[in-house]
């Protein structure tokens, strides 16, 4: 009953550009601090293509550079949240999508405690959880989830009529997910400059793919990585050639 009074007074508040909210500490998700060539990246970039978006948390950083912003996430409950944390911001525009390489797949998606921030199509391997876990203060699991259906990059341009060449630096932080979604951007990906790309090196989840296999097929499409993966986990810049 609790929670269908705040969804009615939330979409009621909405109508007027207000919004009801619960201010606690996150201690969940971090943003990176970026390096100087990321920087530089977003700096001389047309736009910003972010896969992955979460609630937007990157959203002041962009408006500060100027920039105009794709946003894309998979995760339906807390895509309203991330449209509503957008409102402030002109130029930024978020679309809701699970993306992969093929179309209208339904498959399941695995909704993680963490404020959602590490919710995959695939399982948790050992370095998310359990004694290698690389965050084992944050205790890493799968509350849920929930039957999404595909969409892949192309098709996601496409169909709203996203103008890719005005967004050439992509940001990717799909949970594992981001090769496989490469693998759906055979026509978009020429119109991308800059990359950044979370990668990992063993099984942060099952069956993802591996630092290698993102590094050897970007480099097959003229991008060069920045810097090498020195540990496990952790963000990449490629820059095309």
Same mark, same amino acid.
């Given at each position: 009953m609790i929670k269908l009074l705040k969804k009615i007074i939330k979409k009621l508040l909405r109508i007027f550009n207000w919004r009801l909210e619960k201010l606690i500490p996150n201690k969940h998700y971090n943003l990176e601090i970026p390096s100087e060539t990321v920087i530089n990246a977003i700096k001389n970039s047309t736009g910003i293509f972010h896969l992955g978006a979460h609630r937007g948390e990157a959203a002041p950083v962009y408006e500060w550079f100027g920039k105009k912003v794709i946003w894309v996430e998979a995760n339906p409950i807390i895509f309203q949240d991330l449209k509503d944390n957008l409102i402030k911001y002109k130029e930024q525009k978020a679309y809701q999508a699970l993306?992969?390489? @093929?179309?209208? %797949?339904?498959?399941?998606?695995?909704?993680? *405690?963490?404020?959602?921030?590490?919710?995959? +199509?695939? %399982?948790?391997? %050992?370095? *998310?959880?359990?004694?290698?876990?690389l965050w084992s203060n944050k205790n890493l699991k799968y509350v849920s989830? @929930?039957? #999404?259906? =595909?969409? =892949?990059?192309?098709? #996601? +341009?496409?169909?709203?009529?996203?103008?890719?060449?005005n967004y050439n630096y992509w940001v990717m932080d799909l949970q594992g997910a981001e090769l496989l979604s490469l693998n759906g951007a055979h026509r978009?990906?020429?119109?991308?400059?800059f990359l950044y790309i979370e990668v990992s090196n063993g099984q942060v989840y099952k069956n993802a793919a591996q630092w290698t296999d993102v590094k050897t097929? #970007? %480099? @097959?499409k003229g991008f060069k990585a920045k810097s090498e993966l020195d540990k496990n986990h952790s963000n990449i810049l490629f820059i095309k050639n």
């Open positions: 993306l992969h390489n @093929k179309d209208n %797949e339904k498959i399941d998606f695995y909704l993680s *405690s963490n404020d959602y921030a590490s919710s995959s +199509i695939f %399982e948790f391997g %050992e370095l *998310s959880v359990g004694p290698k876990s989830k @929930k039957i #999404l259906i =595909t969409t =892949t990059i192309d098709t #996601l +341009i496409s169909k709203n009529s996203i103008d890719i060449q978009s990906l020429d119109f991308c400059k097929f #970007l %480099e @097959k």
